[in-house]
């Protein structure tokens, strides 16, 4: 028998602008098969916000955006790495527990300071051996793999792997309610979760501010008199190494939620002040290579031999740790972390290229089934696609002038003269497009999110299977448009290349997504 056709004129003629009725068994049986095992897979994402609207929030960010969740994953790990990098060529006691607490760091809204000598005496007294390693072992907790995450996986990607096998042995059955499409568009979702799982981030805001309570009753602060330390707890804010979550202006509010899709928005502020610390090791251990003690013209001790940093030529009072940790020359400090911006670029390639590749899958699954062309469904793809790159690019966008405008207002202004104060300066018009962009952002992407979830169900219920989709009047045009409505006998097979296709495209770039990310988590002392 041959295919039967109209075209969409007289398909309209014939069976109305309505769509058909559609059948439940077939509603739960793709649903079941093709969108509940994501859904399921969504609760092993990490989370551990105060509230659950943040956690709430956080979801719908990565189900509306996986391009912003892929890119605050790798930029995670490449942060990690740049600052562990930095840190193995320094010779100076405690190095590898301040890059295990700055990493650890990474989902909180890290300070750092130096008021009244306290990172210089942080980082130079021989007082504060104790408080590096244990707070880096309080914040040695891991949210990894666990029985119901490694069932969940299996579960997903067995029944993807099933339920295109069936469709690919019955292309015919159902063609216009699918549901390859709706798994493949979703199929980011995996490597997403395993990316998480793997870097295990410290993400649970209870139990990293429990870490870090009382830390300033642990640490010592070097005082005008050479033998003397106090409590650095004395101090009205006595912390070298703090997390601010109750910051009354942030550079950009999301830093101050913990789930690790908020990384975006903290990742700036993290490398600048993770680069804070690194700087007052670094001028410390150059000096302690130099034989340079910290009490000047006092011998350097060397007992333990050589490399080694005796406790001794470390001591000396308020004024000499500053020194100790102060540039011999004037530097200015600029506002962003070095390769700041060449580790954002890099974080974006990866993500952008699975948003894609899954996206491009599901569009080629239905594009290529009969009758061929952009049509209703592979536009609800596109959609999700493009919106979902737009929200990426306005909360980038919006983290970078959020920083900007934070720096700015920390910089000392003439007090003759404070432009800033006006509501047309340049930094106030900074601060509201940021705003506008992360407001905007957060729309979009609780559109595209219910979007994506609606597209879905619009296959599954048969809304699209009605004269004007399955003509692809939007690819074709409406004179030339048709409507296939007998497949048995249909030469089907560019059909069924095109789903391979899609599975293959899909499937090689989750895997080259994963094998990125186990590369660089192996670099990285979590």
Request: aromatic letters at 10%.
């Amino acid at each position: 028998m041959s295919a039967v056709g109209f075209t969409y004129h007289t398909c309209l003629s014939q069976c109305g602008s309505g769509t058909q009725n559609p059948s439940w068994a077939n509603i739960s049986q793709q649903f079941g098969a093709w969108l509940l095992p994501y859904l399921a897979l969504i609760s092993q994402l990490p989370f551990g916000a105060k509230h659950r609207v943040d956690n709430l929030m956080s979801a719908i960010l990565i189900v509306g955006s996986p391009v912003l969740a892929g890119y605050s994953i790798i930029l995670t790990i490449l942060n990690a790495n740049w600052i562990s990098r930095r840190f193995d060529n320094l010779s100076f006691p405690n190095t590898k527990s301040a890059v295990r607490i700055l990493i650890s760091l990474q989902q909180s809204p890290l300070r750092i300071s130096n008021k009244d000598s306290l990172l210089s005496s942080l980082v130079v007294l021989p007082d504060n051996d104790s408080w590096w390693p244990t707070i880096a072992d309080r914040l040695d907790y891991t949210h990894t793999w666990s029985i119901a995450s490694a069932t969940t996986i299996a579960w997903v990607v067995v029944a993807y792997l099933l339920t295109v096998a069936s469709s690919l042995s019955d292309v015919p059955s159902n063609i216009n309610s699918n549901g390859q499409g709706t798994g493949s568009v979703w199929l980011w979702l995996i490597p997403i979760v395993i990316g998480w799982l793997q870097l295990s981030p410290k993400c649970d805001y209870a139990r990293v501010r429990k870490a870090m309570d009382n830390a300033d009753a642990m640490a010592f602060v070097a005082t005008d008199d050479l033998d003397v330390v106090i409590k650095a707890s004395n101090f009205p804010k006595g912390r070298a190494v703090s997390i601010d979550t109750k910051m009354e202006n942030p550079s950009c509010p999301d830093e101050m939620l913990t789930p690790p899709v908020y990384n975006y928005a903290r990742a700036i502020s993290w490398s600048r002040s993770a680069e804070d610390v690194f700087n007052a090791f670094e001028i410390a251990s150059d000096r302690a290579k130099e034989h340079e003690t910290v009490t000047p013209d006092a011998t350097w001790e060397n007992a333990s031999g050589e490399g080694i940093v005796e406790p001794r030529n470390r001591k000396g009072n308020a004024s000499q740790v500053d020194a100790y940790c102060t540039p011999r020359q004037n530097v200015v400090r600029s506002p962003w972390a070095t390769g700041m911006f060449s580790r954002m670029f890099v974080a974006s390639l990866l993500p952008l290229a699975l948003q894609w590749a899954t996206t491009g899958a599901a569009v080629l699954v239905v594009y290529f089934t009969p009758t061929v062309g952009l049509g209703c469904r592979s536009l609800g793809y596109l959609i999700y696609g493009a919106l979902a790159t737009i929200v990426w690019a306005m909360l980038v966008m919006s983290s970078i002038l959020s920083h900007y405008a934070y720096s700015y207002s920390d910089r000392p202004r003439s007090p003759y003269l404070d432009r800033s104060r006006s509501p047309f300066s340049s930094i106030t018009i900074v601060k509201v497009v940021s705003n506008l962009l992360r407001w905007g952002g957060k729309l979009v992407a609780i559109v595209n999110a219910i979007w994506i979830i609606a597209a879905g169900m619009l296959q599954f219920t048969s809304i699209y299977d009605n004269c004007y989709c399955n003509s692809s009047v939007l690819g074709i045009g409406l004179q030339d448009a048709y409507a296939i409505v007998v497949v048995n006998g249909l030469d089907l097979g560019q059909t069924k290349a095109a789903w391979f296709g899609a599975l293959a495209l899909a499937g090689s770039t989750c895997f080259g997504f994963i094998f990125y990310m186990s590369l660089l988590t192996d670099l990285v002392p979590i």
